[in-house]
């Protein structure tokens, strides 16, 4: 497992968010998006495949915020490096998001 700290990891979805579409950002509401270290028990039931890790999730709580969750410890276990695990956090958000907008994972490219 490679080692981002914390706050360099928090940097890294913050710049993946920053980096989105104008058009995609500008549709962005009542939505949050965190970074937690890992899945809970429940978190886990949303994995197909058991032994996958569980890297992001769309959680919703209305009429509270909708959640996109960033699991930082299953991405930096799958990280070969550090630029895959740049990579992977902003494939990730971007997938989670996906789920926002309504999209189901067969109708993404990742």
């Known amino acids: 497992m490679i080692d981002i ?8 979805v913050e710049t993946a968010v920053r980096g989105l579409p104008r058009r995609f ?7 949050v998006i965190v970074v937690e270290e890992e899945p809970t028990r429940e978190d886990l039931h949303a994995l ?4 996958d890790e569980l890297l ?4 919703i709580f209305p009429p509270l915020p909708d ?10 276990r799958i990280a070969r490096n550090r ?23 067969e109708d993404m490219a990742y």
């Open 5 to 12: 700290p914390e706050h360099e990891f928090d940097d890294l």
């Open 25 to 31: 950002a500008e549709l962005l509401e009542n939505v």
């Open 48 to 51: 197909t495949h058991a032994g």
């Open 56 to 59: 992001g999730l769309f959680r």
């Open 67 to 76: 959640q996109v969750v960033i699991f930082r410890r299953p991405i930096l």
């Open 83 to 105: 630029g895959h695990a740049v990579r992977q956090v902003r494939e990730t958000v971007v997938h989670e998001l996906g789920h926002y907008f309504g999209l189901d994972d």
